[in-house]
């Protein structure tokens, strides 16, 4: 009995890894290939007073005014965080999954609630890569907005030592509090994938791996346009956040609470453009995180499902 116990841990772990690094290594392949996309959003995010609202004319200007590879400014340190941070979800969504169901069949509820134990953790273990990235992706930008004030790091390791030494090792979790609530976004985004998933597979009896390249994609598409558009207005003061030179009352010290930080940033976002002004950047936004998303859920299920043929592994029908 302790033999099986021992082999089903290590079947499950293994599986986990080929998981995470089959995610890590779509996530990062995609987000490489549509990178110039997230740059455009996150400008459109951050420099409230830029004119140009269509991401074509904002990456024009962009290229005219910084240079050719301006668009992919921060491109390392954006990969490396997104690598950990895939890796760690992958992981954590597939062990907790594996744990949960023993050999159950899963389900959409089942799904959201791995999904969000999931990036629980992955929120909390990477936010401080996300905070750098979010500097050095900005460090040397022309903003229109003549109170951000330009910055000097001159790496990922400066960077932070920067940020802890001039704010406070407390800084490198800025924008945490709209990151947990933002779990929401990959919880939702995987309940919809693998709803779709089992249904695709339940109507025409295949098998994990038989899933046709467009199928993949489509349903990669449709669950993250899905999941960025219902939670876009906390992403969007998560990168204010994390840039850390939004505004603030007068009155408001240092130890104001994230609630309230979040609070402030949305309710000051609406007065200055209304409702419109919370899903601004949204085009770029789409555009970028589905084409990535569909792009990485393929390379992800290609790698995997691979991997486990490679190596005589069958992944359990009843997961889903």
């Not at 390392?76 to 907790?96: A, K, Q, T």
Request: glycine share 8%.
């Amino acid at each position: 009995m302790g033999s099986k116990v021992m082999n089903l841990m290590d079947v499950f772990s293994y599986e986990s890894l080929v998981h995470a690094v089959a995610g890590a290594v779509g996530s990062v392949t995609a987000m490489t290939v549509f990178f110039p996309l997230d740059t455009a959003r996150l400008r459109l995010q951050v420099d409230e007073k830029r004119k140009a609202k269509s991401t074509p004319a904002i990456l024009s200007e962009i290229i005219k005014e910084e240079g050719l590879l301006a668009p992919y400014r921060g491109w390392f340190p954006v990969i490396c965080s997104l690598c950990c941070s895939n890796f760690v979800y992958f992981y954590c969504f597939h062990s907790l999954k594996a744990t949960w169901l023993q050999g159950r069949r899963s389900t959409p509820g089942r799904d959201l609630i791995i999904g969000i134990a999931a990036g629980v953790v992955n929120v909390l273990v990477t936010t401080p890569l996300w905070v750098v990235n979010t500097r050095l992706k900005l460090q040397g930008a022309k903003f229109r907005n003549e109170n951000i004030h330009s910055t000097d790091y001159k790496g990922i390791l400066d960077a932070f030592s920067q940020i802890m030494q001039q704010e406070g090792v407390g800084s490198l979790w800025n924008g945490t509090f709209p990151s947990l609530l933002l779990v929401l976004n990959p919880a939702v985004q995987f309940m919809i994938y693998e709803g779709l998933k089992r249904q695709i597979l339940r109507g025409v009896h295949r098998e994990v791996g038989q899933l046709s390249s467009v199928e993949v994609f489509l349903i990669g598409a449709i669950a993250k346009a899905v999941a960025t558009t219902i939670t876009y207005p906390l992403q969007t003061v998560q990168s204010v956040l994390r840039f850390g030179q939004h505004e603030q009352r007068a009155d408001q010290s240092r130890l104001l609470s994230s609630l309230r930080s979040v609070t402030y940033l949305l309710i000051n976002r609406v007065r200055k453009w209304g409702i419109l002004g919370l899903f601004k950047g949204l085009e770029a936004k789409l555009l970028q995180t589905v084409l990535t998303a569909a792009l990485m859920f393929l390379l992800y299920e290609k790698i995997s499902n691979s991997t486990f043929r490679l190596m005589g592994v069958r992944q359990p029908v009843t997961s889903h």
